[in-house]
């Protein structure tokens, strides 16, 4: 694997899937395979989950992992090419990247949208250019658009609690949901492309994505899935249910709704084939999920939170093997 930025960088997702659960059931199996190599891990973005779990499956590969907040500590990036640069910016990544490339055997970076311009953030430009420049493989730490760490750790989550929890009821092909939830604030749709292009791409679930009208996503991501706007109606029968808020993408990056109808509650739990319920976190208690959900038995936030680990063992592992 030469860079992990979406879906299409993983030849099969049920292989990567098996390897994950392998490496969460032996996780120091591949401690050599990382000696002498080493991972920058550049944040221009916070991180809880992400930087954690990818430092320590760095470590299982017995890869060095060194994080840069780009954001906080580094100099002001400039990303636009042929950019006069007598502003605020005070480093192009033409000159940025390569040097760090030289430092690293590959670099995973976290990049957020601006939410101000639907063009720019789609284009990926931040993540682009340091795959353009960097010179050594890069892994999406999240990016403007998608969030394939987190996806593929879904995926994970998933066939792993069909394996473990033996749920007689379970169809044998789950029925999944993801329900966009209210939010305080304009957030990106990163989370919400990924699960629904890994969804889709892995194809063994019936796949559903529900929203308020005027929250459609980006049709690229969603082809193969079931939209409705009746909430009630694609919770009926869901085995899984995954919550997510997202700003709007037709009008970019604004919140038009926040009726805290759209809150998945113990109420609306009921419509599903005791479905469980899943969010990436960090998460607004009492805004997207309540608490009974969130402290009830059919949460599975912390085992997911947990396989974040796993999901980017298995990738790192694949791009070790690459160089
Ligand atoms: N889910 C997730 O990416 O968490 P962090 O933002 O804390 O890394």
Same mark, same amino acid.
């Given at each position: ?39 920058? !891990? !550049?944040?221009? *973005?916070?991180?809880?989950? $992400?930087? @954690? ?10 890869? =060095? ?11 002001? !990036?400039?990303?636009? /090419? ?12 033409? +000159? ?5 490339? /030289? ?41 403007? %658009? ?5 996806? @593929? ?10 394996? &473990? ?13 993801? %329900? ?16 629904? /292009?890994?969804? $889709?791409?892995?194809?063994?679930? +019936? ?6 009208? +005027? ?17 009630? /109606? ?31 509650? *113990?109420?609306?739990?009921? !419509? ?31 085992? =997911?939170?947990? &396989? ?14 690459? @160089?």
């Amino acid at each position: 694997m030469k860079q992990f930025i979406s879906v299409k960088d993983v030849a099969n997702i049920n292989s990567i899937v098996e390897k994950a659960l392998a490496y969460k059931a032996n996780p120091l199996v591949d401690k050599a395979l990382g000696a002498d190599k080493r991972i920058g !891990l !550049l944040f221009l *973005n916070p991180s809880l989950r $992400t930087r @954690l779990s990818t430092q320590v499956a760095a470590k299982n590969l017995g890869m =060095e992992a060194i994080v840069f907040n780009v954001d906080k500590e580094g100099w002001a !990036l400039e990303f636009e /090419e042929g950019a006069i640069m007598s502003g605020n910016t005070v480093e192009h990544i033409k +000159d940025a990247a390569p040097v760090m490339g /030289e430092y690293f055997d590959m670099l995973a970076i976290r990049t957020f949208p601006g939410l101000q311009n639907r063009e720019d953030d789609y284009s990926e430009m931040y993540i682009s250019q340091f795959i353009k420049y960097a010179g050594v493989p890069v892994v999406s730490l999240e990016s403007a %658009t998608l969030h394939p760490l987190q996806s @593929l750790t879904d995926v994970i989550t998933i066939q792993e609690d069909l394996i &473990n929890s033996q749920r007689s009821t379970v169809k044998s092909r789950p029925k999944v949901v993801l %329900t966009w939830a209210p939010h305080v604030k304009a957030l990106p749709q990163c989370v919400a492309n990924s699960f629904a /292009e890994w969804m $889709t791409a892995w194809g063994e679930v +019936d796949f559903v994505i529900t929203h308020p009208e +005027d929250y459609e996503l980006a049709e690229k991501f969603t082809v193969g899935a079931t939209i409705t706007h009746n909430q009630d /109606e694609a919770l009926k029968d869901a085995d899984y249910v995954y919550i997510k808020n997202w700003s709007t993408y037709n009008d970019y990056g604004k919140v038009y709704e926040n009726d805290p109808k759209w809150m998945m509650t *113990n109420e609306k739990l009921a !419509l599903t084939n005791n479905a469980k319920v899943m969010h990436c976190l960090p998460v607004r208690r009492n805004v997207e999920l309540s608490d009974e959900i969130l402290d009830g038995p059919n949460s599975l936030v912390t085992l =997911e939170a947990s &396989n974040r680990v796993w999901a980017a063992q298995a990738v790192l592992s694949e791009v070790l093997k690459s @160089l």
